[in-house]
């Protein structure tokens, strides 16, 4: 028996698909979620000695459950890989298991560049911390989770030839830091890690809350505050069965002092939503994707993109450009079923796509939304089952900025010897060089024509001292009207970030956190 398999069968855990009678909770700190946000959240509140209950809608994997296998890895994500924006125009991939999007995410690990915390004190009015307030709380989780650069050799072929042709035309480009420990090099970062190399949180600040007395329900799916005087009184919550979908029938209550919602963007504000915490109509608006667009680059030797490190190099060459959108270059791995939902085409134009799979790359042009005023993210709302909802509009600034992406795509691709290029388009265009740049031009950029996916959510929850124009204060990202209730996630950010959100939103809950477990 693994050590998390002996903590996920302690009696500090509990299984709310197990439960045979109704559960009435309580503690001094009940977290909802446990990802990023949450798991950093509790962890230091309970080595604080606070008593803190965290809860999780998902089940309760360990690296027993990692078969390595695409389908087996769909219940670690919400609505299993199938979470698309309302138009089904963005695919969004967001985990949903103790450890949240940490335990599928492909350890990129970038501090929050200070000229973005700079342009939140300017035009967010932020202005609870400083650049320098985080810094020891990045060094702090750095040490925790194994947080190291990659080196250049240690690169895949899939993230050399990102690598390689920004050297070749002179951009800006580097590698990467990761948060692992003995990594082997699998390549299998999103469908669980079977090797626990990955330093998620699924097995470092999860399982230090509960070695410091913090007890965790999980398949446990908060529905509801109810708030009255100013405050959150009590929550109510479904446990759900061994599938994570179905409701058993069996509910739950907490009562707390206070509660911190860590559900993400997207599940956070629909929290609140269903609460009728709704902000004057800000609950949910200004949430920011990344969004994202690829291009396959096929080359004469293997790439096998599936082994290695997902993500190992990194170019910032383009994050600013005057008035335009920016965007950053990253590659993504290739699997068969991912590949295979990807690819545009049909029966034997697609089944010849499919035998190309050892031979391409694919680089990624990631969109940095949030700092134009025409371009101000999408709006979470509720279906009339009361699961979340997201609105994302794209506008003419993004499509400009993806068009001019795909031809810097197709140049770094060829500068590293790619003989093909292929857009993701329906249907897909093939570029022989760089004299075919222009021929991007032609295909169409709008929903459904170009598949724009996000791995990284940001916003709906935006943190500022204006409470006209922010969800929770900067100071303590507690809420401006409910004295009791906090939001420490990534849904805090007033735009996106211009890198992998991971470590901004560890930094930013331990230092949150940490003023936090000074108070009783």
């Avoid at 559960?23 to 909802?32: G, Q, R």
């Avoid at 082997?184 to 007395?213: E, F, H, W, Y």
């Avoid at 950053?328 to 590949?339: G, K, R, S």
Wanted: glycine content about 10%.
């Amino acid at each position: 028996m693994t050590l998390l398999t002996q903590i996920r069968s302690s009696k500090s855990v509990t299984d709310g698909a197990a439960q045979t009678a109704d559960l009435a909770l309580s503690a001094d700190v009940c977290v909802i979620g446990t990802g990023a946000g949450g798991a950093v959240t509790a962890a230091t509140l309970a080595e604080a000695g606070h008593d803190v209950l965290m809860l999780e809608e998902g089940g309760y994997y360990t690296s027993d459950d990692f078969t390595a296998r695409e389908r087996d890895a769909t219940k670690l994500y919400q609505e299993g890989m199938q979470r698309t924006t309302a138009d089904l125009g963005i695919t969004i991939l967001q985990g949903r298991a103790v450890g949240g999007t940490t335990v599928v995410n492909w350890t990129t690990s970038f501090r929050t560049p200070e000229d973005v915390v700079a342009h939140w004190k300017e035009k967010h009015h932020v202005g609870g911390f400083a650049y320098a307030d985080l810094v020891p709380h990045w060094d702090w989780i750095e040490r925790r989770l194994g947080i190291a650069k990659v080196d250049v050799d240690a690169m895949n072929p899939n993230n050399r030839t990102l690598y390689d042709g920004c050297k070749a035309l002179e951009w800006q480009v580097d590698t990467l830091r990761r948060n692992v420990h003995k990594c082997v090099q699998l390549g299998m970062c999103s469908l669980g890690c079977p090797m626990n190399a990955k330093r998620s949180m699924l097995v470092t600040l999860v399982p230090d809350a509960i070695d410091a007395g913090a007890r965790l329900v999980f398949r446990a799916r908060a529905d509801r505050f109810e708030t009255a005087g100013g405050e959150v009184g009590l929550l109510r919550g479904t446990l759900l069965d061994a599938s994570g979908r179905t409701p058993t029938g069996k509910t739950f209550t907490v009562k707390a002092k206070r509660f911190v919602v860590s559900g993400g963007a997207i599940n956070s504000p629909a929290l609140l939503l269903r609460s009728g915490i709704d902000d004057g109509g800000r609950m949910g608006r200004r949430t920011f994707l990344h969004p994202v667009i690829g291009s396959g680059g096929l080359y004469s030797e293997p790439i096998r993109s599936y082994t290695g490190a997902p993500q190992s190099a990194a170019s910032h060459h383009f994050a600013h450009r005057d008035d335009e959108v920016g965007f950053f270059l990253e590659v993504a791995p290739w699997y068969p079923v991912t590949t295979g939902t990807a690819l545009a085409g049909f029966g034997k134009e697609h089944f010849d796509g499919m035998k190309k799979l050892e031979n391409l790359a694919l680089h990624l042009a990631i969109a940095i939304d949030g700092f134009h005023d025409d371009v101000d993210g999408g709006t979470v709302s509720l279906r009339p089952s009361g699961m979340p909802l997201l609105t994302y509009p794209i506008p003419d600034r993004l499509w400009r900025a993806f068009r001019f992406a795909q031809k810097r795509l197709a140049e770094v691709q060829f500068a590293s010897g790619a003989k093909t290029v292929l857009t993701l388009h329906d249907p897909p265009l093939a570029l022989a060089s760089v004299r075919d740049l222009d021929r991007v031009d032609s295909r169409p950029y709008e929903v459904g024509r170009l598949p724009v996916f996000t791995a990284h959510q940001m916003g709906g929850c935006a943190m500022g001292d204006d409470a006209q124009t922010s969800i929770v204060r900067s100071e303590d990202l507690r809420h401006h009207t409910l004295t009791n209730l906090h939001v420490i996630d990534g849904s805090v950010f007033p735009t996106s970030l211009g890198v992998n959100p991971q470590e901004s939103i560890y930094g930013l809950s331990r230092l949150m956190a940490t003023r936090l477990a000074q108070r009783k």
